[in-house]
């Protein structure tokens, strides 16, 4: 750490990062704008439409948030105290031009900004796609809570998948309802970090084979496994007017082995990216039907992939600073937000049990005190 710090100290003093958080007055907004059309984008700020100033600004908002962010997370670890998991398999967050610029309170700097270089607020706001990350009710709980947990500087996190596809988009032809895919990422998005590391192995299929511990107890070990990589996707989340910036990190599936060159060399084609195809399907669409078994399969390998991906990441957290697990409790509490994460509890427990070597009674009662629930439906 002290090295890191050292090496952001000299890159302060020699200009390559700013010395505080990047101001947001109207010229400096107008400055980042225009930074961002030629140096993200390499467009010429004179020749550039609404999409390109749209993409500029919202780089803009994320510099911003990133900073205050990065102090947010500096503030998490220097002040050991429980952290909340909020896991959704839904996050309607919609639009995010609007809520970051409201939330840190320099809408009006942007209007002008924005009016500066030759357009209104309004066109560059309609260049946005809405987040296909979620539906309905349940998602928009999720989005709004989120949103509340950075305003009351909670330090938390959410979880969920980053899906390519969402539910669906709709066009009506001839009276009719025709279902289309929501090509929401298109063009990409400017709003999130990609991340290289963590990638977690999710494992599926297998077998189960038992052994004696050292100590003399069964233990189960999961074996011959079919491995989907989960890749996260971190989207920064502002507390109103509060400099909180928290984050919501979302999975995407992708394949341990994407491409068989034996395959590819017999010239059987399909059957080379087949476990790309397999692995990738997971983090496609929200919600896909379940009418039948493929359907039912994939929607349970859906919440399981995440909830696994979020585990990991969760001890990985953990673990940075405890060898025990008799703190678990105290310092994590995962909200699960209705039924979709609930395989979560079995999850901490075979981790616990098969792969920290704890014992079912210690194992259970940190489940017992570590879940909590949301329900949305009447239940029997």
């Known amino acids: 750490m002290k090295v890191l710090e050292h090496v952001e100290s000299e890159a302060r003093k020699a200009g390559v990062l700013p010395s505080s958080p990047l101001p947001s007055t109207v010229n400096t907004i107008k400055e980042n704008i225009i930074h961002h059309l030629l140096s993200f984008q390499g467009r010429d700020p004179e020749r550039s439409g609404a999409p390109d100033v749209y993409k500029a600004l919202a780089y803009t908002m994320?510099?911003?948030?990133?900073?205050?962010?990065?102090?947010?997370q500096k503030t998490f670890y220097a002040k050991e105290k429980k952290r909340v998991y909020y896991l959704s398999l839904e996050f309607l967050i919609g639009r995010s031009l609007g809520s970051s610029m409201i939330n840190l309170g320099i809408l009006e700097d942007v209007r002008q900004a924005v009016e500066e270089l030759g357009f209104e607020l309004s066109e560059i706001r309609n260049q946005e796609e809405d987040a296909a990350l979620g539906n309905g009710g349940l998602g928009r709980l999720a989005a709004c809570f989120m949103d509340s947990i950075a305003t009351l500087k909670i330090p938390?996190?959410?979880?969920?998948?980053?899906?390519?596809?969402g539910l669906f988009f709709q066009q009506l032809i001839d009276g009719y309802q025709v279902e289309g895919p929501d090509n929401w990422l298109r063009n990409g998005t400017p709003w999130e970090f990609e991340r290289q590391m963590p990638i977690f192995k999710v494992q599926f299929f297998g077998s189960v084979t038992g052994y004696m511990d050292e100590k003399g107890r069964y233990r189960a070990k999961w074996i011959n496994t079919k491995d989907v990589m989960a890749k996260a996707s971190d989207i920064m989340v502002p507390g109103?007017?509060?400099?909180?910036v928290i984050n919501m990190r979302l999975w995407s599936a992708h394949a341990s082995r994407e491409l068989d060159l034996t395959d590819f060399g017999r010239g059987d084609y399909i059957k080379a990216v087949e476990s790309k195809v397999s692995s990738e399907t997971?983090?496609?669409v929200l919600?896909?039907?379940?009418?039948?078994?493929?359907?039912?399969?994939?929607?349970?390998?859906?919440?399981?992939?995440?909830?696994?991906a979020t585990f990991q990441d969760i001890m990985r957290r953990y673990?940075?600073?405890?060898?025990?697990?008799?703190?678990?409790?105290?310092?994590?509490?995962?909200q699960?937000?209705?039924?979709?994460p609930a395989i979560a509890i079995p999850e901490l427990m075979r981790m616990l049990l098969d792969i920290e070597g704890l014992g079912w009674e210690e194992a259970w009662a940190i489940c017992v005190n570590t879940f909590g629930f949301t329900n949305h439906t009447l239940m029997p």
């Open 336 to 340: 699960l937000n209705d039924t979709h």
């Open 282 to 284: 997971i983090s496609k």
């Open 156 to 165: 938390a996190y959410g979880y969920g998948i980053r899906y390519e596809y």
């Open 319 to 334: 673990k940075k600073k405890h060898q025990t697990f008799d703190k678990f409790a105290d310092l994590v509490a995962v």
């Open 240 to 244: 109103y007017k509060n400099d909180h």
């Open 62 to 72: 994320r510099d911003l948030m990133v900073q205050k962010w990065i102090s947010t």
């Open 287 to 308: 919600y896909p039907p379940d009418h039948n078994y493929a359907g039912q399969e994939l929607r349970l390998k859906q919440q399981y992939f995440f909830v696994a």
